[in-house]
């Protein structure tokens, strides 16, 4: 376990180590932040002046060593924009978005489940098949007119939860601010992660289904049938465990594309998290903040999938990673 | 009573095109106790006739007509809730591949202790004290600790031992064995085989065994029914069937075994194969492989007909008997 988290955390840096190279690279090409930060009156030898305080006048590797130097003591760059490091200003907004991705895993687990069971044990039931048909226009319909649909449906005609922003939130320990606790909170939660959650629900449908379709066929649930055990404990206990051990591994994949959905989804729903935050400072050439934020991605992508595997660990019991120390 | 007698069972398989039989008009009885065994090749429809009896036949097989009575009990009428207090309860089966029957994510206690929990109303603790009384029962060494372990930490030969502890839970009737040696080294299939023949007698057990292996039967059953194309072609004592087959299939399978065959020769075989479903030949469905055919084996279906010991669907002989009883008519 101690060797398996190890080599994680290893694996961690490396993952680290390249995605700042390649957001450092493409710094240049996201247009001149100096442009943004001063107006049109300044002249080019102020600006100039500017680029060289700021170091935008090195070359890429003492560029990148400078910041490589600072990331060691955890200290990723300084916002243009909001003067302040942009790790505290990401991390600000990370309560926002993990919730919001919090409520979309859940969405999908408690929902995708059963539909992916009872499309698999009944496949010729109407509803089975209704779902069928739901879950691929859903694959094919991208998240944003999802989230365009469902604002103009629920918040502007039936009007029965708001369309952006958090709502009221409340203090935990001091540093989480919080909408899980108010009525209010949850409301603003809807709409947002329910969207999230719809562009990710069709492929786990599906893939529960083809996943469970499969386990029934196995030998060791007709032999369980054959012991005269009851429908659902085949269903639920012999079958639906088995059915789980891909799911899980697509799942820790699949987390890397629901951070990149709540990008789109923050900026419909002006959701203020870290995908609000990144397209802003996109927008603005905000490059250390943008730099910063790839970086924080790519530890949450790290983490969740060493849970992920932790998770698999302990569900599949051929895999035991405290004795292979993978 | 019989125990359990099938009779007049036809099995089909649904097909977009067609229904296609898998099992012709199979009948049989199993008395209390007994073991019998059915064999054939690939394909003969063993495994399907076995899987029918407790209604298991995958999809897209079905029963299509006969009955099967467990003493008065209509299996084939029953709904699904009657026939789960059959299965694992009267009726267990073993199944051929001990490496793909367990649940690998499930413990060995965990799939034994929800066998007796779902028939009888027991508490956790002593479930477990039965299932580790039959794991000790089938010779497993140290079965406190195979109880919490999982199917993959076991060797095949211990896999089945702990199917065979599974289906004793509940002191069945019947066990329905599907080649339960044919995935095993062949050191361990004579242990298992051992094994199975002592349960079912000390306990009274009747036995189905389903085996291509003459040599497994020979050593277990007292009754054989011997299978080709869906149909029984012959059915008798082993002992008889062994030493005096009827059926050219059955004299077929007997000269194929390898003990027929000097060493350095060539074994002896059928010629051809046994036909799908889909292409079974008229009259006698065994007649492009029979050394003995005639004209009226490939037009007509034989009779299953009684010779003195043993039953047997054959013109030749049907012709033989017919033949010794005009001379005997002649004689008197």
């Known amino acids: ?304 999938n060493t849970l992920v595997d932790l998770i698999y660990g302990l569900v599949n019991p051929t895999v035991r990673l405290a004795s292979h120390g993978l | 009573m019989n125990l359990l007698s099938v009779s007049n069972l036809y099995v089909n398989f649904h097909t977009k095109e067609r229904e296609l039989a898998a099992l012709i008009d199979v009948s049989f009885t199993l008395n209390r106790g007994e073991r019998i065994a059915i064999v054939g090749e690939s394909g003969a429809g063993k495994s399907v006739l076995g899987f029918s009896i407790v209604n298991l036949i995958g999809k897209p097989g079905y029963i299509e007509s006969g009955s099967i009575k467990l003493e008065n009990k209509e299996l084939t009428k029953m709904s699904l809730r009657q026939l789960q207090e059959v299965r694992g309860k009267r009726i267990a089966m073993i199944f051929q591949d001990p490496m793909m029957t367990l649940n690998p994510v499930l413990t060995i206690g965990d799939q034994l202790v929800e066998t007796i929990r779902s028939h009888t109303k027991i508490s956790y603790k002593d479930a477990r004290n039965i299932a580790i009384e039959k794991l000790h029962h089938v010779q497993i060494a140290s079965p406190e600790k195979r109880f919490n372990q999982y199917p993959h930490e076991l060797s095949g030969g211990m896999r089945q031992r702990v199917i065979i502890a599974s289906v004793l839970l509940l002191n069945p009737d019947i066990i329905i064995a599907d080649e339960p040696t044919t995935a095993l080294d062949v050191t361990i299939q004579a242990e298992i085989l051992q094994l199975l023949l002592t349960i079912c007698r000390d306990n009274g057990v009747a036995l189905v065994l389903i085996s291509h292996d003459l040599g497994v039967v020979s050593k277990v059953a007292e009754r054989t029914l011997v299978m080709y194309a869906g149909h029984v072609v012959e059915e008798g004592p082993t002992l008889e069937i062994i030493n005096d087959p009827q059926h050219p299939y059955t004299q077929g399978l007997l000269n194929a075994l390898p003990q027929m065959t000097l060493p350095g020769q060539r074994l002896n075989q059928i010629q051809g194969s046994m036909p799908s479903l889909a292409e079974r030949p008229s009259g006698c469905a065994f007649h492009p492989r029979c050394p003995y055919a005639t004209q009226k084996c490939r037009q007509e279906q034989p009779n299953f007909i009684y010779s003195g010991v043993s039953s047997v669907a054959c013109f030749l002989v049907e012709d033989m008997l017919n033949e010794f009883a005009e001379q005997d008519q002649e004689t008197h």
């Open chain 1, 1 to 304: 376990m101690l060797i398996f988290l190890l080599r994680r955390l290893v694996q961690a840096c490396f993952v680290m180590i390249i995605i700042s190279i390649i957001s450092f690279a493409i710094q240049d090409k996201l247009g001149d932040p100096v442009q943004q930060m001063v107006g049109m009156t300044v002249s080019p030898e102020e600006r100039n002046q500017l680029r060289n305080e700021l170091g935008l006048n090195d070359g890429f590797f003492s560029q990148y060593w400078r910041f490589a130097k600072g990331a060691i003591h955890g200290d990723l760059g300084t916002s243009y924009y909001y003067k302040e490091p942009a790790l505290d200003v990401i991390l600000n907004k990370l309560p926002a978005t993990l919730e919001l991705a919090f409520c979309a895993i859940l969405i999908i687990i408690f929902v995708a489940t059963p539909c992916g069971v009872l499309a698999a044990i009944k496949p010729r039931h109407l509803l089975s098949r209704l779902l069928m048909i739901v879950s691929s226009i859903g694959l094919s319909v991208p998240i944003f007119i999802v989230a365009i649909l469902m604002v103009y449906v629920f918040s502007i005609e039936l009007n029965m939860a708001p369309s952006f922003g958090r709502g009221q939130t409340t203090e935990i320990f001091g540093l989480w601010h919080s909408g899980l606790f108010t009525k209010d909170g949850l409301k603003h939660l809807l709409l947002p992660s329910l969207s999230l959650a719809i562009a990710l629900m069709p492929i786990f449908v599906r893939l529960i289904r083809a996943e469970m379709m499969e386990v029934l066929q196995s030998e060791y649930i007709r032999f369980a049938w054959s012991k005269g055990l009851s429908a659902p404990r085949i269903y639920f206990k012999h079958a639906l465990k088995n059915t789980m051990l891909p799911v899980i591994t697509v799942g820790g994949i699949q987390a890397g594309t629901l951070v990149a959905y709540t990008i789109l989804t923050e900026t419909i729903f002006q959701w203020p998290g870290m995908g609000f935050l990144f397209m802003d400072a996109v927008n603005r050439v905000d490059t250390p903040l943008v730099s910063a934020y790839l970086i924080v991605v790519g530890g949450i992508f790290v983490i969740t």
